[in-house]
């Protein structure tokens, strides 16, 4: 030891100490342990509690999974094959069904040969979202983009497209990452025409159909820009709506029919009735989803507003929609929605419940968004003001952008909601994937009992999504996170 | 200290306030004042708080409406017209108390997003005039980050070159030195001295009595939504006429 000199009072230390390592009870593992699983007597037995419930689980359910049978035509082959690898007593799981009925479960009744149609439009979907999920971020457009690539290369080729398709697509999403390593802005083009060809690739019809649909919102456009200056813009965007909604319900059909017959081009055709699994399911989240979310942005704002009318239309509209269960709404979709059209118009049953899940997230949106404008200091909107914006540009650039980044969590939160409740379409004779594609596999005489297997399949896949949703959004509140507080 | 005889003041009135009242429903905030501001003028208001000094010049750009009398700022007049308001209002530049700067856009981007959407500048000129501004405030390193991320008096230099991007005619300022530490308060007070001594047209609500003898050309002294008493600030802080300011002043002048 160092000279300490006892015999004075002062004290000088001559040779400083070296570090030495902490004890062993303070290190690595075996510190983790301490303090996290066995801290207090209370903790400890809590650990010992969970480790003999994980045991317990375990037990009984890991020979389920580890005595699975991947190929097999029945359910009672499954057994067979179980009983004579793992004893009479043995369970197993039979996977062989997914084997067999897994495309039910993606696509329905979507005829096979028709396969690379919706496998095109996921991919796609994709490229279209790049734009919005990614903005301006150069790299990671680029790996999105490649992976769309590489899932179309390999997707299409399994649904056996033509060579046509094949390349038209490839040429597709290369012009795209093309464009993406120049003006990534530009590439927003795609994601506003992606509706219009994904509604064609997957119904099918004359391509005449969505180029003049989607010709209705340039009237709509042409309309408000020509009226504006003569009567001001919110008259003017009202003329435009007006002329919209006129050309789609009167021109529409001559035109497409007067088109088609001078310029022939088609691809089959498909009922809605024969949508089905996941296919139905993303269909009516990802328009649901990309749809509510603008009119909830105008729900809120209405609520908020100073004009009692828009006010008072808002909060009507939020507290109905919210106060009836979306059941109720989709049995309206299903029967009451018929008798407030016009006779004569078909609405497709999709489109029916699209709409009222669309509007029924919306309400929910609104009051979310409602939240993230009540929490930005009233400063914000004082600031804008002061320094000349209006009231437009101000939500745009100032506000919105602050009140939608606080309440992302609760935005993705109510995008998982609807994206699971697509599932409910079950009860007005759709066949989405738990109930409707599930009942149908478990009505064959050769799959009658399987239970388990397909409850696991079609969570497992509303899992991926929901967590792949759930990722992005913590993605995005660290990329916006600004304020450093 | 700033040569308050260089700094000139023309004829030409900036904002007449006539017969103005305004009431927070049954509480009548302000009453009946009376007021012209000359181009070039410097004028302080203080008085206790709750006495309607920050509410008057709100009102001067509407962010507060008045229910009677008449304000004419640059010779329009704010009535409900919201042309006229967002004119007056890209005319005017206001500083607050909690600075209120975007905190999801760098400074740069405050400081150029109102003269591009507003005044429609090209993006380009926009920033130059940007960076220009931050180097009178003396902060041009900040420009790309966050205001987060500076301190409290650069973040309120930073929302007095925001107001000053749009190349306003008249400045309010509303307590910009309340919320700040003692030592940043004089980095503050040196960028708005500069601003006055270049023939800025100012109304500042502050109790900085400090700057108000060194800049202000006019004092004006509220109490319960009324001015009590206006003055040069020599004449002001020496010879105060009210029993009212006579109070005011030993309670804040006293320490």
Not at chain 1, 198 to 212: A, H, M
Not at chain 1, 449 to 464: D, H, K, R
Not at chain 2, 52 to 76: W, Y
């Amino acid at each position: 030891m160092s000279e300490t000199h006892a015999q004075t009072v002062g004290f000088t230390r001559n040779d400083m100490l070296p570090p030495l390592p902490p004890p062993v009870t303070e290190r690595g593992a075996i510190k983790w342990l301490r303090e996290n699983l066995f801290s207090t007597p209370l903790n400890i037995a809590l650990t010992l509690f969970g480790i003999a419930v994980i045991y317990l689980l375990l037990q009984s359910a890991l020979p389920w999974w580890l005595n699975s049978v991947w190929n097999a035509e029945s359910l009672s082959q499954c057994r067979e094959i179980v009983a004579a690898n793992a004893g009479p007593d043995a369970s197993g799981a039979c996977w062989a069904m997914i084997r067999e009925r897994w495309h039910q479960f993606l696509f329905g009744f979507y005829p096979p040969e028709e396969w690379w149609r919706p496998v095109l439009a996921f991919g796609l979907l994709f490229a279209a979202l790049a734009p919005v999920l990614y903005s301006g971020q150069k790299r990671s457009l680029t790996i999105l983009l490649c992976g769309v690539l590489a899932y179309l290369v390999l997707t299409l080729y399994l649904a056996g497209a033509s060579g046509v398709v094949f390349a038209l697509a490839l040429l597709l999403v290369l012009g795209m990452l093309g464009l993406a390593q120049v003006q990534p802005g530009k590439l927003l083009w795609f994601t506003l025409l992606y509706p219009a060809l994904t509604f064609w690739l997957l119904w099918g019809g004359s391509i005449w159909s969505p180029i003049v649909a989607m010709a209705g919102f340039a009237v709509l456009y042409g309309v408000f820009r020509l009226a504006s200056p003569l009567i001001g813009l919110a008259p003017a965007a009202g003329a435009g709506v007006v002329a919209a909604v006129l050309w789609w319900l009167y021109i529409d059909v001559p035109v497409v029919e007067m088109l088609q017959s001078a310029l022939p081009f088609s691809i089959p055709a498909i009922a809605s009735d024969q949508f089905g699994g996941f296919l139905l399911a993303i269909v009516i989240g990802v328009t649901g989803i990309s749809f509510s979310l603008p009119i909830g942005i105008l729900l809120a704002l209405g609520r908020q507003s100073d004009m009692l009318i828009v006010k008072w239309l808002s909060v009507g509209f939020i507290e109905f929609i919210r106060g009836v269960p979306l059941i109720t709404l989709l049995f309206t979709a299903s029967l009451l929605l018929q008798y407030f059209l016009p006779p004569g118009t078909n609405f497709d049953i999709i489109l029916r419940v699209i709409i009222l899940v669309t509007l029924f997230a919306a309400a929910y949106l609104a009051e979310v968004i409602r939240g993230g404008l009540a929490a930005l200091p009233s400063g914000q909107y004082e600031a804008a003001d002061a320094l000349g914006l209006d009231y437009w540009r101000a939500q745009r650039l100032i506000i919105l952008p602050q009140a939608l980044k606080i309440s992302i969590p609760a935005i993705v939160s109510t995008f998982i909601g609807l994206f699971k409740d697509t599932t409910l379409v079950a009860f007005v004779g759709l066949m989405d994937p738990l109930k409707g594609v599930t009942q149908i596999v478990r009505a064959d005489i050769d799959w009658k009992g399987i239970y388990w297997e397909p409850y696991i399949f079609v969570g497992a896949i509303f899992f991926l999504i929901c967590f792949g949703m759930s990722r992005y959004s913590m993605y995005l509140e660290r990329k916006l996170k600004t304020d450093h507080r | 200290m700033a040569d308050a005889a260089k700094m000139q003041i023309s004829d030409e009135v900036a904002i007449q306030i006539t017969g103005m009242n305004k009431w927070y429903g049954q509480f009548h905030v302000l009453r009946d004042i009376n007021m012209t501001v000359q181009r070039g003028e410097r004028i302080v208001i203080c008085g206790p708080s709750g006495s309607g000094k920050s509410t008057l010049i709100r009102c001067i750009n509407r962010l507060e409406e008045h229910q009677q009398g008449q304000i004419i700022v640059d010779g329009t007049e704010l009535t409900n017209d919201l042309k006229n308001i967002d004119k007056v209002r890209s005319e005017v530049g206001m500083v607050f108390q909690h600075f209120n700067l975007f905190p999801h856009l760098t400074i740069l981007e405050n400081l150029t997003l109102a003269p591009i959407w507003v005044r429609k500048v090209p993006k380009r000129e926009a920033e130059e005039t940007a960076m220009y501004f931050l180097q009178k405030v003396k902060i041009p390193e900040q420009a790309h980050k966050y205001p987060g991320q500076l301190s409290g008096g650069q973040q309120q230099r930073v929302a007095i070159a925001r107001s000053l991007c749009m190349k306003p005619r008249i400045m309010l300022f509303d307590e910009p030195t309340s919320a700040l530490d003692p030592e940043m308060i004089k980095e503050v007070l040196d960028t708005m001295i500069q601003l006055a001594q270049e023939g800025m047209t100012m109304i500042c609500v502050t109790h900085e009595m400090g700057f108000a003898q060194a800049v202000a050309n006019r004092v004006i002294f509220m109490d319960q939504g009324q001015i009590v008493e206006q003055n040069e600030p020599k004449e002001f802080f020496s010879n105060p006429k009210s029993d009212r300011t006579k109070l005011f002043l030993s309670q804040i002048l006293g320490h």
